[in-house]
């Protein structure tokens, strides 16, 4: 990708008119690249559907978060870098299957005397 950038930009998805800046239209340029891939891998007339006519911005967005939870980010923050503005919530509740480090750390708080049990299952007195 980066072989493809425009050496006089700093962007790799530079603006076409006006002033210098990236695009904001994310699906434009998403389609330019199928349309290249589709020109590069398939053959003229082509109309199977491949993996690259699969992939959304959504796609891409799926990605970043489902890789930040599972980092171990917090969920805040991951909602801050994709401007979410409910603080994680909707993170938390669609991507939290994803993160096992939390239940794991609250596992290991838990000890057999604050739920009554020997570590062998039989109750004993506290």
């Known amino acids: 990708m980066y072989s493809r950038k425009d050496p006089a ?3 790799m998805f530079p603006k ?3 002033k210098p800046g990236h695009t904001l239209r994310f699906n ?8 290249q891939m589709r020109a590069k891998r398939c053959e003229p007339g082509d109309k199977e559907s491949y993996w690259f006519d699969r992939i959304t911005f ?5 990605y970043f978060i489902s890789h930040c939870v599972m980092a171990g980010i917090d969920y805040k923050m991951i909602a801050s870098w994709v401007s979410q503005r409910d603080g994680g919530m909707l993170i938390g509740r669609v991507y939290g299957h994803l993160d096992t480090r939390h239940s794991e750390e609250m596992s290991l708080k838990l000890s057999w005397r604050h739920v009554g049990l020997s570590p062998d299952g039989r109750g004993h007195d506290l």
């Open 28 to 35: 434009k340029q998403l389609g330019l690249v199928k349309r």
């Open 9 to 11: 930009s700093d962007w």
């Open 58 to 62: 959504q796609w891409f967005r799926h």
């Open 16 to 18: 076409r008119r006006g």
